[in-house]
């Protein structure tokens, strides 16, 4: 195959042997080898989406900053002005290869009879331990005397039910009544 679609940082990566990419900052140390996730592989003006088998090895070249961006704010007539900038942090990979199933992997294997071996004869189980006797839980008088059931109150102790006062709404509720400011005595 002569390329490969890797996923790194949620972004997918077309990639060939040899190749230099600027990705996402990775947690592989500079100078070390990974894997990245392979989703398709193609060339030869065929794809495969089938990539059991293959891997693609990637080494960390080095980690740097991307270029720095500005960035600045300003309102109009308010006198506000803010800048910043932000700098990605990066990754510079190489594809070192681009690993190719074997052709006898694709072909389908055929399938291998297994002989039939004789059964093992099972060593006979050990004889279990007997249980002890259960201990009793209580005297058996006290087990033997069932409960009364409750009596049941007479009628004359049951109370009836008030009866369910009226709801006012909005309506019916009025304000207090206001007191009549007293009068004040003026001398003219």
Known sequence: MSYAIISLGGKQHRVREGEWLLVDRVPTEAGKTFNPAILMLG????????????????????????????????????????????????????????????????????????????????????????????????PAAAAAKPKAPAKPKPAAAVKPKAPAKPKAGPAAKKPPARKPAPKKETDT
Request: aromatic share 4%.
């Open 43 to 138: 060339g030869d003006g065929n794809a495969d989406f089938d990539v059991t088998g293959v891997t693609v090895t990637a080494r960390v070249v080095e980690h740097v900053l991307g270029e720095k961006i500005r960035i600045g704010k300003y309102r109009p007539k308010n006198g506000y002005k803010r800048h910043t900038g932000f700098r990605s942090h990066l990754s510079k990979i190489e594809i070192e290869s681009i690993g190719k199933r074997a052709a006898a992997a694709k072909a389908k294997p055929e399938p291998v009879v297994a002989e039939e071996k004789p059964k093992a004869v099972a060593a006979p189980k050990p004889a279990a331990k007997p249980k002890a006797a259960p201990k009793p839980k209580a």
